[in-house]
């Protein structure tokens, strides 16, 4: 489905984009601008247009005289939001959410020890919150629910570390979460010990406790991948 509001150069990037990443178009492959734009039966400036955004997540590559060249996965923006949510609807699934995971097992501890020494009380409020949300959409098959309060929960970890590296993590944070339920490799009901974790984790920052906060967040992680190993092996 087409993001809205992207208009038609948004069609042609849904189509062209999960290609590329699923290998469709293997690295150099070259991609005609004039071709495209009949293939899509969209003007030559729309086709433009939708180049111009992959250049941006350097999936390709347009010279003059040589056309649009496909990169290798080493040159990709591995961090778009988009380039991540093509991935996770491609057979490269189960790697990708894998990667991610691992990557979130590496930042979020750390984020979350500096924010129980950082965050304010404002954050603490919003973290607790999040947490009582999760509990209350953990049961009844409510993952859509569920995972508006999980995002959120995450995002305030990552902000209120007071890193802004950190910080810009939270979009692809939101993209493995919202890949694993949107790609089903989440439980119908979400682990209640994990549940609990996300409760103690908001009680840990509140308290300023550093060191529970990021032990209790790496125990997230880790049960995030053992998840993995069960449904995405």
Request: aromatic share 4%; proline share 5%.
């Given at each position: 489905?087409?993001?809205?509001?992207?208009?038609?150069?948004?069609?042609?990037?849904?189509t062209?984009?999960?290609?590329?990443?699923?290998?469709?178009y293997?690295?150099?492959?070259?991609?005609?601008?004039?071709?495209?734009?009949?293939?899509?039966?969209?003007?030559?400036?729309?086709?433009?247009?939708?180049?111009?955004?992959?250049?941006?997540?350097?999936?390709?590559?347009?010279?003059?005289?040589?056309?649009?060249?496909?990169?290798?996965?080493?040159?990709?923006?591995?961090?778009?939001?988009?380039?991540?949510?093509?991935?996770?609807?491609?057979?490269?699934?189960?790697?990708?959410l894998?990667?991610?995971?691992?990557?979130?097992?590496?930042?979020?501890?750390?984020?979350?020890?500096?924010?129980?020494?950082?965050?304010?009380?404002?954050?603490?409020?919003?973290?607790?919150?999040?947490?009582?949300?999760?509990?209350?959409?953990?049961?009844?098959?409510?993952?859509?629910?569920?995972?508006?309060?999980?995002?959120?929960?995450?995002?305030?970890?990552?902000?209120?570390?007071?890193?802004?590296?950190?910080?810009?993590?939270?979009?692809?944070?939101?993209?493995?979460?919202?890949?694993?339920?949107?790609?089903?490799?989440?439980?119908?009901?979400?682990?209640p010990?994990?549940?609990?974790?996300?409760?103690?984790v908001?009680?840990?920052?509140?308290?300023?406790?550093?060191?529970?906060?990021?032990?209790?967040?790496?125990?997230?992680?880790?049960?995030?991948?053992?998840?993995?190993?069960?449904?995405?092996?």
């Amino acid at each position: 489905m087409s993001t809205p509001g992207r208009g038609l150069h948004g069609r042609v990037l849904d189509t062209l984009g999960p290609a590329i990443t699923a290998g469709e178009y293997p690295p150099g492959s070259v991609l005609r601008t004039d071709e495209l734009a009949q293939h899509f039966e969209v003007s030559r400036s729309v086709m433009r247009e939708a180049v111009r955004v992959l250049e941006s997540m350097y999936l390709v590559e347009s010279r003059r005289r040589v056309g649009v060249t496909v990169l290798p996965k080493a040159a990709w923006n591995v961090y778009d939001p988009q380039v991540i949510r093509w991935r996770l609807a491609g057979a490269d699934r189960p790697h990708q959410l894998r990667s991610l995971t691992v990557l979130r097992s590496a930042v979020e501890p750390v984020a979350a020890g500096l924010a129980a020494k950082q965050a304010t009380a404002e954050q603490c409020a919003e973290l607790t919150e999040c947490a009582l949300g999760m509990v209350a959409t953990s049961r009844g098959h409510r993952l859509e629910e569920y995972l508006v309060h999980d995002i959120a929960f995450h995002r305030v970890v990552l902000t209120a570390s007071g890193n802004e590296m950190f910080a810009r993590l939270g979009d692809v944070v939101a993209e493995v979460l919202a890949g694993r339920t949107h790609h089903e490799v989440m439980f119908e009901d979400p682990d209640p010990a994990a549940v609990t974790l996300h409760v103690r984790v908001a009680e840990a920052v509140r308290a300023g406790d550093a060191t529970r906060a990021e032990e209790l967040t790496r125990q997230i992680t880790v049960g995030a991948l053992h998840e993995l190993d069960i449904l995405a092996p």
